[in-house]
């Protein structure tokens, strides 16, 4: 196992890619805990309205801390919102009451809720797009960096996403955040990589999250043309490298971004203009 005896922070570990982090990071040993900004998903309409999958056949029932628990780790849950500062704090000081420091961090929580071009943007939309993607990586890292200078041992792990290399058509805001993440991993990189910390982002091609199942049939097919691999990618496949990441193994792998898209970065145009549409 890779991560015996380390403890891991999740965030957006209700659903989709986050989830999946959080129990391959189970598989490997450690305890995790894991956050979200709403725990009581299980009864609202927009989680059931995506089919199941066949990789985790208990999403749909079990939370994702009950299932950590069933693999025999410790979980803790909290219910904080990655883009505000004090319940942020407040969440990690539980997380580390609970199961005694934070070795990884994952700053996976994200949104996609601003889809218009750039001119009907409004401000507010725009500001909360990069306050949950963009400065939620920023919260978290700053309430969990501390603990890992004392220990001498940390990794922080980002998921961007290959739209902040490539842009992407009518998302001008969360392609901006998903940039930033980038620009954050490599200062959070230099600033601590002496003290035995690493910070990489990964990127992630379209992974079969709740998010992209739920998407519409002709943009899936769009994109699914625009894969190399002729498939979307379990989000397990997203997890195995988010794991290695947090393990000794990678001790000397810093700063990078890391596509995990089934060879998408190398097709021109995989998030690009629809002209007309
Ligand atoms: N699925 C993909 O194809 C894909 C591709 C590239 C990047 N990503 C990135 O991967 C990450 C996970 O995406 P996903 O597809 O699993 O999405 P998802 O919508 O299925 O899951 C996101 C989770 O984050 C939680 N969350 C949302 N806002 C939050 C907040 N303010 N505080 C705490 N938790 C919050 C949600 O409740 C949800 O459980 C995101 O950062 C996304 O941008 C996804």
Request: with cysteine; hydrophobic share 40%.
């Amino acid at each position: 196992m890779l991560l015996e005896n380390k403890v891991a922070l999740v965030t957006g570990a209700a659903r989709g890619i986050g989830r999946a982090i959080a129990l391959v990071l189970a598989e490997e040993g450690a305890d995790v805990g894991v956050a979200d900004v709403k725990w009581s998903r299980f009864d609202g309409e927009r989680y059931y309205a995506v089919p199941r999958r066949e990789s985790d056949p208990e999403e749909e029932e079990v939370r994702t801390d009950e299932a950590i628990e069933r693999l025999g780790r410790k979980a803790h849950s909290v219910e904080m919102d990655v883009s505000d500062s004090a319940q942020v704090k407040e969440g990690v000081e539980s997380v580390r009451n609970e199961l005694g420091r934070i070795d990884i961090l994952v700053n996976n929580a994200g949104i996609v809720t601003n889809i218009r071009p750039l001119a009907d943007m409004e401000r507010a939309s725009w500001d909360h797009e990069l306050a949950v993607n963009l400065s939620g990586a920023f919260n978290c890292s700053k309430e969990v960096l501390s603990g890992m200078v004392e220990n001498g041992w940390g990794r922080v792990i980002n998921i961007s996403s290959g739209a902040a290399l490539g842009g992407i058509h009518r998302q001008a805001a969360y392609a901006a955040s998903k940039a930033g993440v980038l620009g954050f991993t490599k200062s959070v990189t230099l600033e601590y990589a002496a003290q035995g910390i690493t910070c990489n982002a990964v990127m992630p091609g379209m992974a079969e999250s709740p998010l992209v199942r739920a998407m519409p049939k002709e943009i899936r097919e769009e994109q699914m043309r625009l894969i190399p691999a002729g498939r979307f990618a379990d989000t397990r496949e997203i997890a195995y490298m988010v794991a290695f990441l947090a393990s000794d193994r990678a001790a000397y792998i810093n700063g990078v971004e890391i596509h995990v898209n089934g060879g998408g970065h190398l097709t021109p145009g995989t998030l690009a203009s629809r002209k007309g549409k």
